[in-house]
């Protein structure tokens, strides 16, 4: 699920979904944005996305003739508006944004149907950076090696650097973007969005894009994989470390103002610490004094984000996600409550999840024990780890 971006972000944002195409590669009786896709029609699911995190009016630019399809499609969404696509995909954005002139947004987001997991986190990114650029991509760095070939045979290697894979949705200043598009005199299609913005002389910023948001192409991409071995796996954690004069508090990514702060050999982020023991538990690979010794000095006073990105990072590459995460928090003081929603947030954001993902309580002892006496915090956390192919339960 995609939890609303707060109001001073998702305000004055408007949305384009670009679902023009005929779809004809991934074959099937219709274009492939109607096509079902996890339990829904492909195009849905980023439609319901952005509606999730607050944007409005969402502009669908359709095919012609396909009027209800798209409408069944989309039912139950507010704020859509259903638009005939162009020729080209330049011309489907184009309309759209001439659809959208008499909302007059802010800023807009243009998104293609194909990549249906549209993960909250980007969106903010995006939103956030157009503060400081009338543009901003989602991009993913290139890992593999690169080369140019010709007629079937290798002819030398490129460098990676500065090299990156473009995503949608593209964010821009509204007035900005709708500029470029009708300044367009491009000979050919523009590869995407943001080559139309340059050209129009807009500067265009990279945020970080994320692995969820593969396109959907061929006919293999909508075809659910059965996978009856892999469910879903459930860890538990549990760490404790001592209140110490002298020592920042830091729990669950946060700096929390204290007289006293967790000692240990990293940052001692009680929380974090027993979250990143449940996620390396549901996968079977050991536990976080494994992977980050405290005899090693280049751990000492890490900030602990390092290692609950480490966790996830290790979870994807065996086909897991964060399904949902619990973490209780013990102590007698510092008062948790004022700063639970920020906790969330925080691990959300390292993990790449949603918000609503993420759970973070605190207790008391009743003033029994380390806890109860203030010697120390103790925190607990159970994670539950879904398989790649599962859509995030809601």
Same mark, same amino acid.
């Given at each position: 699920?995609?939890?609303p971006?707060p109001p001073?972000?998702?305000?004055?944002?408007?949305?384009?979904i670009?679902?023009?195409?005929?779809?004809?590669?991934?074959g099937g009786?219709?274009?492939?944005?109607?096509?079902?896709?996890r339990?829904?029609?492909?195009? %849905?699911?980023?439609?319901?996305?952005?509606?999730?995190?607050? *944007?409005?009016? *969402?502009?669908v630019?359709?095919?012609?003739?396909?009027?209800?399809?798209?409408?069944?499609?989309?039912?139950?969404?507010?704020?859509?508006?259903?638009?005939?696509g162009?020729?080209?995909?330049?011309?489907?954005?184009r309309l759209s944004?001439q659809?959208l002139?008499?909302? %007059?947004?802010?800023?807009?987001?243009?998104?293609d149907?194909?990549?249906?997991?549209?993960?909250?986190?980007?969106?903010?990114?995006?939103?956030?950076?157009?503060?400081?650029?009338?543009?901003? *991509?989602?991009?993913?760095?290139?890992?593999?090696?690169?080369v140019?070939?010709?007629?079937?045979?290798?002819?030398?290697?490129?460098?990676?650097d500065?090299?990156?894979?473009v995503?949608?949705?593209?964010?821009? %200043?509204?007035?900005?973007?709708?500029?470029?598009?009708?300044?367009?005199q491009?000979?050919?299609?523009?590869?995407?969005?943001?080559?139309?913005?340059?050209a129009?002389?807009?500067?265009?910023?990279?945020?970080?894009?994320?692995?969820?948001?593969?396109?959907?192409?061929?006919?293999?991409?909508?075809e659910?994989?059965?996978?009856?071995?892999?469910?879903?796996r459930?860890g538990l954690?549990?760490?404790?470390?001592?209140?110490?004069?002298?020592?920042e508090?830091?729990?669950c990514?946060i700096?929390?103002?204290?007289?006293?702060?967790?000692?240990?050999?990293?940052d001692a982020?009680?929380?974090?610490?027993?979250?990143?023991?449940?996620?390396?538990?549901?996968?079977?690979?050991?536990?976080i004094?494994?992977?980050?010794?405290?005899?090693?000095?280049q751990?000492?006073?890490?900030?602990?984000?390092?290692?609950?990105?480490?966790?996830?990072?290790?979870?994807?590459k065996a086909?897991?996600?964060?399904?949902?995460v619990?973490v209780?928090?013990?102590?007698e003081?510092?008062?948790?409550?004022?700063h639970?929603?920020?906790?969330?947030?925080?691990?959300?954001?390292?993990?790449?999840?949603?918000?609503?993902?993420?759970?973070?309580?605190?207790?008391t002892?009743?003033?029994?024990?380390?806890?109860?006496?203030?010697?120390?915090?103790?925190?607990?956390?159970?994670?539950?780890?879904?398989?790649l192919?599962?859509?995030?339960?809601?």
């Amino acid at each position: 699920m995609t939890a609303p971006l707060p109001p001073s972000t998702s305000a004055g944002v408007a949305a384009i979904i670009v679902a023009a195409g005929k779809g004809l590669r991934a074959g099937g009786e219709v274009p492939k944005q109607f096509a079902r896709w996890r339990g829904a029609p492909l195009l %849905r699911h980023s439609a319901q996305a952005m509606a999730k995190a607050g *944007i409005a009016p *969402i502009v669908v630019a359709i095919p012609a003739g396909w009027d209800d399809v798209a409408a069944q499609a989309l039912s139950g969404l507010d704020e859509i508006v259903l638009v005939h696509g162009g020729e080209t995909r330049q011309e489907s954005v184009r309309l759209s944004l001439q659809a959208l002139e008499e909302h %007059r947004p802010t800023n807009v987001l243009i998104h293609d149907a194909a990549r249906p997991d549209l993960p909250a986190r980007v969106i903010e990114d995006l939103v956030t950076a157009l503060a400081s650029k009338p543009g901003a *991509i989602p991009v993913l760095p290139v890992v593999d090696s690169v080369v140019r070939g010709d007629e079937g045979v290798r002819v030398k290697s490129v460098s990676r650097d500065g090299l990156y894979r473009v995503q949608t949705p593209q964010a821009f %200043r509204f007035a900005e973007i709708l500029a470029a598009y009708r300044a367009w005199q491009g000979v050919a299609d523009a590869g995407d969005d943001a080559e139309v913005g340059q050209a129009a002389g807009l500067a265009i910023g990279l945020v970080q894009g994320d692995q969820r948001l593969r396109k959907v192409t061929f006919a293999t991409d909508l075809e659910e994989i059965s996978l009856p071995e892999r469910h879903p796996r459930t860890g538990l954690g549990f760490d404790v470390h001592r209140l110490a004069e002298g020592e920042e508090l830091w729990l669950c990514g946060i700096r929390v103002p204290h007289d006293k702060g967790l000692a240990g050999h990293s940052d001692a982020d009680v929380a974090i610490h027993a979250l990143v023991d449940a996620i390396l538990g549901a996968i079977g690979a050991g536990d976080i004094g494994d992977h980050f010794p405290p005899s090693d000095p280049q751990w000492k006073g890490a900030s602990s984000d390092r290692f609950l990105a480490h966790a996830v990072a290790l979870a994807r590459k065996a086909g897991y996600r964060p399904g949902n995460v619990d973490v209780t928090i013990i102590c007698e003081a510092p008062k948790i409550g004022p700063h639970k929603p920020a906790m969330r947030a925080r691990l959300a954001k390292i993990m790449g999840a949603d918000i609503d993902q993420v759970s973070v309580k605190a207790t008391t002892t009743e003033r029994l024990g380390l806890t109860g006496r203030g010697e120390g915090i103790a925190a607990q956390a159970v994670a539950v780890m879904v398989p790649l192919q599962e859509e995030f339960p809601g």
